[in-house]
């Protein structure tokens, strides 16, 4: 048997060869300021967060391509997922470290950055493509020209970003596609997707809930309405709560079309795991649903802080890829939502009291081997 290899700390990180990754496009550190070393460096960690998000995200869509899913491997994801959620706390952290620059400070070598932008992040992109968001709800960045072609090197051919992302785009499979493939395979009330009834015992389970949801409603309208002074506030108050009751009713309407079918199906999943999330066998199936609500929320959050050190920083200059700059950053921080019917779910659920009754809740207890 060989002899392993003795090493030390600065080799096993390799030390050297990442303290000489900080000089820029002079390629020579002693001619650079201490502020842009430090916006060199920050950036520099960012894609390192990057890399690490993304390795947990491709685990986390790899588990859920198994079918059936492994119940006892349903840690492992949220673990990936919680990993991923504290590295974008400590990305939003970085955003202080950035704000030690002035604005004039950053003025002083921000001319040499054009035309680069850090819309060009490949990795970044990456991570909005594995966790599913279409390209077809991508915002342009401000110039006339395609969100991949951005990616281009300076001499027009094709970057190592460009070569990411476009590898990333031949993998169709998304982490929001992986998940609703298990949700859809969901028993409600302990009936397969794939049993005889079916269809039927989801229809059965959603109109159990509406009406559920109809008396939830109710009662807050009645308290609601009882605080109010005005005659108009009590009109007012009536026509919202009416809007919520349909809300519910819309979310799970029943189309014809077998995409229409399905998407139901998974909605229902969520919500019937987040209904009883009490019974045993749905202990980490609702820990998954709670992490990637809890991962998209940092999410939006990280682009929100983006926003407001970059205001802070030059204020609503345009961005030096000729981006909007600040209002392109906040734009994302609005509309770019992978989980959508996942937040729904919370504005529909009832409070456990209100739950409808569990049919075969056995189904859902733990069970022993003989």
């Not at 809300?247 to 998974?266: H, N, P, Q």
Request: with cysteine.
């Amino acid at each position: 048997m060989t002899a392993p290899r003795p090493t030390t700390y600065w080799g096993y990180i390799q030390v050297e060869e990442l303290l000489a990754l900080q000089s820029g496009i002079e390629r020579d550190e002693s001619q650079l300021t201490n502020d842009e070393v430090l916006f060199i460096t920050v950036h520099q960690v960012f894609e390192l967060w990057f890399k690490l998000v993304l390795r947990e995200l491709r685990s986390a869509r790899e588990l859920f391509r198994s079918e059936p899913v492994a119940e006892q491997e349903l840690s492992g994801t949220v673990r990936s997922l919680k990993r991923c959620t504290t590295i974008l706390q400590r990305c939003c952290d970085h955003f202080t470290v950035m704000e030690t620059l002035t604005t004039r400070e950053y003025l002083a070598f921000r001319n040499k950055l054009m035309p680069a932008s850090g819309f060009q992040s490949a990795q970044l992109r990456e991570i909005e493509i594995v966790i599913g968001l279409e390209a077809s709800e991508r915002i342009g960045y401000g110039l006339d020209m395609d969100w991949i072609e951005s990616l281009r090197a300076a001499d027009g051919g094709e970057s190592p970003s460009m070569k990411r992302v476009l590898k990333a785009l031949e993998d169709k499979t998304t982490l929001k596609d992986a998940i609703e493939d298990w949700l859809y395979r969901t028993p409600i009330d302990g009936v397969a997707h794939d049993a005889p009834d079916a269809e039927s015992s989801l229809d059965r389970f959603l109109t159990r809930f509406l009406a559920s949801h109809a008396v939830e409603v109710s009662d807050a309208l009645e308290r609601a309405r009882m605080l109010a002074d005005k005659d108009s506030d009590r009109d007012l108050i009536e026509k919202r709560y009416a809007a919520e009751r349909r809300s519910v009713v819309d979310f799970f309407a029943a189309g014809s079309d077998e995409a229409s079918k399905r998407r139901r199906r998974v909605r229902a999943a969520m919500l019937f795991i987040e209904t009883y999330r009490e019974l045993a066998l749905l202990s980490w199936p609702r820990e998954v649903l709670d992490a990637i609500v809890e991962f998209e929320q940092l999410f939006v959050i990280f682009r929100q802080r983006h926003a407001r050190m970059v205001e802070r920083v030059i204020g609503r200059r345009t961005g030096t890829g000729g981006s909007a700059g600040v209002d392109y950053l906040d734009q994302t921080a609005l509309s770019y939502r992978i989980f959508r019917d996942l937040w729904a779910i919370r504005t529909l659920q009832v409070s456990q009291r209100n739950a409808p009754p569990l049919q075969n809740a056995d189904y859902y207890g733990f069970r022993y081997a003989d």
